[in-house]
């Protein structure tokens, strides 16, 4: 008996133990500091470079970085550039195709768009032609336009109208259109033009594919800054609702959908090995932002232009990895 008695204290201590060591983790305070410490180590890695093939973001200041991370009861953490904007590019895709979902639900989303890797680049032609005309996923440039054309909508003026409401709703402020790089891509969008005449050929599309491709182009020039993608994702960690401004945007039971999506396709190319080290839900975009879920905890959101080969920030990776390090946040070790 006393044995068992020695053994029930020990288990005992043990529990006490660990449950102080994750509230220390994520104190106030521990997490400010992991933040800072993000943002020294880093701030002068001076590795990648903008994305060029856009005229517009090859000139925006690639000094710019800024970590925000924002918990489901709406406490904002930040340090660095967390105000200043770059265009969302690819990280909308998320809420678009997040917005299909809600209106016409799951296995719509799964069965007309396609919720599987496709094995090729983002932009690839090659990919909708081998997999029968399906995207194969929401995330690449033929999945995204197709989603923008399945936005329930009577034309196009309502379908950038509530594309841009509900962007803005996930994060809690009027999001701008950036008229620089919207011009810029929407005079040079021939081949996701093609894509979507493609998608239209297979039955795939749900508007006009020239239409549904410029209100794609212009839900990519939307402005975002660090502190916007980590409120936008809080609100997919907060099952739906925004924890700033209390809003419900979208049903809890879409949201496991959508960032198991994230989860496989997020960061381009390199989604696994992101994946692997991190565990974390996550969307990047060639405007120098990523945005990471730890679902039930934790919205992050980063932004620093200079990208990797894949396309993916490498300052924002970096940091992102050393936060969820330090603060024990990988979903896939809890």
């Not at 739906?240 to 994230?262: D, L, W």
């Not at 990895?321 to 330090?326: C, G, L, P, R, V």
Request: aromatic share 8%; glycine share 8%; with cysteine.
């Amino acid at each position: 008996m006393q044995k068992l008695y020695k053994i029930m204290l020990s288990v005992l201590l043990i529990g006490v133990f660990s449950a102080s060591l994750d509230a220390q983790a994520l104190s106030k305070e521990r997490i400010n500091k992991v933040l800072k410490e993000a943002y020294d180590k880093y701030k002068g890695d001076m590795g990648g470079a903008n994305a060029d093939y856009i005229k517009a973001l090859a000139i925006v200041n690639p000094n710019i970085f800024g970590i925000t991370l924002v918990d489901t009861k709406g406490n904002i953490y930040e340090y660095g550039d967390t105000k200043e904007q770059v265009s969302i590019q690819s990280i909308s895709k998320v809420f678009t195709a997040a917005l299909v979902m809600s209106e016409r639900g799951v296995k719509f989303v799964q069965k007309r768009i396609g919720v599987n890797a496709t094995g090729a680049a983002f932009n690839s032609i090659i990919a909708i032609e081998q997999h029968g005309g399906s995207a194969l996923n929401p995330f690449v440039n033929a999945g995204a336009i197709q989603s923008t054309s399945w936005v329930k909508a009577q034309n196009s003026d309502a379908r950038w109208a509530k594309i841009k409401a509900n962007m803005s709703a996930y994060a809690g402020s009027k999001l701008q259109l950036n008229e620089d790089v919207y011009i810029s891509e929407v005079n040079d969008n021939k081949r996701n033009q093609a894509i979507s005449k493609l998608l239209d050929a297979y039955g795939r599309m749900g508007s006009d594919p020239l239409e549904a491709t410029t209100v794609y182009t212009k839900q990519c020039s939307l402005n975002v800054s660090a502190h916007d993608l980590a409120v936008m994702a809080s609100t997919l960690a907060n099952h739906g609702q925004n924890p700033v401004t209390k809003e419900h945007i979208i049903s809890y039971k879409y949201t496991p959908k959508i960032m198991a999506i994230m989860a496989t396709a997020g960061l381009y190319d390199n989604a696994g090995d992101w994946l692997y080290d991190t565990g974390a839900p996550a969307k990047s975009g060639v405007g120098g932002g990523i945005l990471a879920v730890i679902p039930g905890k934790f919205g992050i959101g980063i932004v620093s232009p200079p990208l990797d080969k894949y396309g993916n920030s490498v300052r924002a990776q970096l940091a992102a990895k050393y936060i969820i390090k330090n603060l024990h946040l990988n979903p896939l070790a809890q």
